[in-house]
């Protein structure tokens, strides 16, 4: 989950990645997997800080 501007979420990413290949994992998005954000506030009606997107990546075991 990404809280605050949109502009920020690269460093969500990053954070996300790093989790990923510390725990055994490697992102697995290809054409027919991909990346999904979800918005969960209306920037019209939040505060920037407040807003809240789920950030999805297909993950896959490393072997």
Known sequence: MH????????KTVELMH??????GYALD?????????????DPRRCD???LKTVIR????KIK
């Open 29 to 41: 998005i290809t054409d027919t997997r991909l990346h999904h954000e979800i918005y969960l506030s």
């Open 3 to 10: 809280i605050g501007s949109y502009d920020d979420e690269p």
């Open 57 to 60: 990546h297909p993950i896959k």
């Open 48 to 50: 920037v800080s407040r």
């Open 18 to 23: 790093d989790f990923i290949k510390e725990n």
